[in-house]
């Protein structure tokens, strides 16, 4: 079994939004998982599922591991950096409030393919009618 990682940051949304999202994934096949966000009519749904498939694109292209046999293993929102903004209000005033990002990161499992062996055959090199 590998674990294979893949990571987004700095994601325009607030973490608790796209929590709601991660939960219903958490611990699925990755492709349920992928099929389950696809259906998802929530904004964060999209995110995730980049993630998802980020996470698988390393698995079998960079670590050799089975498409089949892939799980999520761990799904974490983290809170990134905020954006410090002001609101005008009544009287001249100014209210704050933060534009919250999100940090999204994704490890997988699976079971690593075998590696084929070329087999050896002999190979017979015909001439031309010309030698």
């Not at 209210?95 to 087999?119: D, M």
Request: net charge positive; proline share 5%; no cysteine.
């Amino acid at each position: 079994m590998m674990n294979i990682q893949a990571t987004i940051k700095g994601v325009r949304m607030s973490p608790r939004k796209v929590s709601l999202v991660a939960a219903l994934v958490r611990g699925r096949s990755v492709a349920d998982a992928l099929i389950i966000l696809n259906h998802t009519p929530k904004r964060a749904a999209k995110v995730v599922s980049k993630a998802i498939a980020s996470a698988k694109a390393n698995a079998t292209n960079n670590h050799r591991v089975d498409e089949k046999s892939l799980m999520i293993d761990s799904l974490q929102i983290t809170a990134g950096p905020r954006l410090k903004r002001y609101r005008p209000a009544a009287m001249g005033r100014a209210l704050p409030y933060q534009k919250r990002s999100s940090h999204i990161s994704v490890i997988v499992t699976g079971i690593e393919k075998p590696i084929k062996r070329a087999n050896k055959q002999t190979v017979s090199t015909k001439t031309g009618g010309k030698e």
